[in-house]
């Protein structure tokens, strides 16, 4: 291995070196392999002088300290198992059984999962609805001061910025509220790995503790392809390993690493003027796209002066047809069938274009000119009432006591009024409306019929319409039987 060799050249090398693989993987890089076998030449397991990424000490440990640089933290990990793999190691770090945590209601599962695994009591922060666009708005830095007033014993905050939708929180003041009062601060930002390139930079540079990011949403790195960074003191290091040991792979893939390794030094070489061409790109969308009567493209400068959000990623294109007669699912299909542009997400009033540093000048052309055609068809139709899809329900048991309940399936009418046993969630947004451990109340129950109703996808009921419900409180499983109900 020669010095400033990427790892993907020192794994060609290696494959070509007449080395005979007398150890794992079984497909031995043999060309006999099949239709896959150029895959496998460079796919290894930690031989002698490759490292070892649970106990990184050589080209491994080179690599994410490269990553560690260009991001400014002070500890980086590669995670093979997306940034799902990144929140619940941070979550499950700065947290023992049975604490209390405030995350936003509006985080990925992954921070659900990791309550779950942990016995967490939850409290929550709800992010209120941008009207314009039926999408979430940022979390406050007040709205988490005054819950950590409320709960004091939260031991750590975790907020989602961006969103799936692009909304920036102010990170900034969420780190002050957040540290002022003695917590740690867990910032999913697995849809801003690009966010180096702004003038502000990631979360890192705002004073999180902890820092997650999805190489494979917004750069050029392959599927599960993640960071983890940690700055600061405030985590223990030693915890944060223990777990990443227990939920990464004993055999992390060499082909992911590398293209970690690579994409890293892809960002530091061509990064700046990427993102700078993309701004160019963007503007020149932004511009075509001026005098739609119909469709409204989402951006900073449009939403009103009460919402929370600091920022709105320019990678994120959320194309509403709200107040039209085309949903965003058909406008979706459209772009598919006719235009051959196949979108991030569609969801009833809006649709998600995902554009990254790696998207030319022609791909977001070819968006803008199918937006102005189909634009040009559209008409207006009267607003039906919009859907609340956040609703409150009272918790009754946490999370991890739900899920380890013996359960049963009831109709909607039946589960009324029951305590859940799963996640109901309307997706898009993706925002539980009732998690496992809530009593179902009539409140959700409307809502849940809504969306339904209004052909959107809830997760959490059956194709029969039928949903998991709690047969009987257990025993508090962490807790103090004595302790108020929860
Ligand atoms: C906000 C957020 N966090 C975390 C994840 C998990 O990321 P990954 O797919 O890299 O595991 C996702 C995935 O969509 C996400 O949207």
Redesign the pocket.
Known sequence: MSAGESLYQALSAYGESGFYPCHMPGHKRSPLCGEMADFYRIDITEIEGFDNLHQAEGILLEAQDRANRLYGADETFFLV?????G?LAAVLAVTKPGDEILMARN??K?VYHAAILQGLRVRYCQPAMIGEYDICDGVRPEQIGQLLDQYPDCRAVVI?SP??EGIISDVAGIAEAVHRRGKILIV?E??GAHFFSTSEGSAVAQGADLV?H?L??TLPSMT?T?LLHVIGSRVDRTRLRRYLSMLQSSSPSYVLMASMDSCVRFIEKHGRERFAAMRQYYAAFCKKTENLQHIRIGKMTEVSKNCALEDWDIGKIVISVKGTNMTGKELSNVLREKYHLELEMAAQTYALAMMTLMDEEHGWQRLADALVEIDGRIEEKPERTALKRTVFCEAELTMAEAFHSPREELSLEDASDRVSADFIMPYPPGIPLVAPGERINKEALKEIKACLETGLSVQGVSLEGRIGVVVEIPEKMWHDKSEKKF
Request: with cysteine; aromatic share 4%.
């Open positions: 198992n997306g940034s799902t793999c929140v985080c990925h992954s989602t969103t799936y999913d697995a849809h997650i999805s494979h949403k599960q993640a």
